[in-house]
């Protein structure tokens, strides 16, 4: 709920779902036909795109190197599920995270070179593994790997960004004035 509050206190986007109380409006199928859940979702006002937000609760590294390209590979293998169900979906997705990892590779971490790895990661691990390949065997769609490039944010919540963090109250007060709200929302 911190991760809620402080990107909503940005006054930007809303995220009325969880993946707790709305699990089926946090899913996304991926080409494979697995369903993959997101811990929060919403969508920005200014663009009326959809966010789709994966939380990270950490102290120290942890998991999240191979986590994030996990979080990658799903990224891609979503939309590109829903260009060929539908159209652009126009999604974007969000890792937020309260320790930094792969510090090294920060920069690129969100680069296309770092998302095209992360799914040729997850093709080789299922050919390896048994892993479930989130491309269902297909080639990799380069217009389609440009577009998520352009669609995902990586960023970093230190549990002491709380005391920086707006109010609900003062929250409503902002938003009634900037009038973000009534620009639109998407699903």
């Known amino acids: 709920m911190r991760t809620k509050r402080w990107l909503e206190s940005t006054t930007h986007l809303e995220l009325p779902f969880d993946a707790y109380e709305f699990a089926p409006d946090c899913t996304v ?25 994966e939380n990270k609760a950490y102290t120290g590294v942890g998991k999240q190197p191979m986590e994030y390209k996990d979080f990658l ?5 979503a939309t590109a599920a829903e260009i060929a169900r539908t159209q652009d979906p126009r999604w974007e997705f ?4 309260t320790h930094p990892f792969d510090q090294t590779a920060w920069p690129t971490l969100t680069k296309r070179s770092t998302i095209k790895a992360a ?6 691990a299922a050919e390896k593994d048994d ?57």
Do not use: H, P
Request: with cysteine.
């Open 29 to 53: 199928s991926c080409l494979d036909g697995s369903v993959q859940t997101f811990d929060l979702r919403g969508w920005f006002f200014e663009n009326k795109r959809g966010l789709f937000v």
């Open 73 to 77: 590979a799903i990224a891609y293998s």
């Open 94 to 97: 969000m890792w937020v995270t």
């Open 119 to 124: 799914i040729e990661a997850n093709k080789a």
């Open 131 to 187: 892993k479930t390949d989130l491309l269902n065997g297909a080639a990799i769609d380069e217009d389609i790997l440009d577009l998520v490039t352009g669609r995902v944010w990586l960023l970093v919540l230190n549990k002491r960004q709380k005391e920086l963090t707006i109010t609900r109250s003062e929250l409503n007060k902002i938003e009634a004035v900037l009038k973000r709200k009534k620009k639109g929302k998407a699903a």
